[in-house]
Nanobody, 116 residues
Framework: QVQLVESGGGSVQAGGSLKLSCTAS??????MGWYRQAPGKASDLVLI???????VYAESVKGRFTISRDNAKNTLYLQMTSLKAEDTAVYYCVACENRRGAFDYWGQGTQVTVSS
């Protein structure tokens, strides 16, 4: 069983930056990514970035967010710059995409709040 622990969330003003981290309990080499869920939209989980054989970004964050991983530290990162109020959400780290296209492992989530 893989446990994922996120950190780095918080409050920031629009235009600012934050860096999220996600540390896995064991070494993993499978695809990883970040989902987010905006407030008031219970079913609106959006995959905003993933890193595996390729790196993919949602259009809403392309050019502003950078996903990376340090396999030696079992850690995934999300560098967020030029933050906007609409980036306010709970951010979830995920790992290991299965055959159905879903991720098998999820972190507990970390809150990011951007004030305008």
């Amino acid at each position: 069983q893989v446990q994922l622990v996120e950190s780095g969330g918080g409050s920031v003003q629009a235009g600012g930056s934050l860096k999220l981290s996600c540390t896995a309990s064991i070494h993993i080499s499978c695809k990883m990514g970040w989902y987010r869920q905006a407030p008031g939209k219970a079913s609106d989980l959006v995959l905003i970035a993933s890193i595996g054989d390729t790196t993919v970004y949602a259009e809403s964050v392309k050019g502003r967010f950078t996903i990376s991983r340090d396999n030696a530290k079992n850690t995934l990162y999300l560098q967020m710059t030029s933050l906007k109020a609409e980036d306010t959400a709970v951010y979830y780290c995920v790992a290991c995409e299965n055959r159905r296209g879903a991720f098998d492992y999820w972190g507990q989530g970390t809150q990011v709040t951007v004030s305008s």
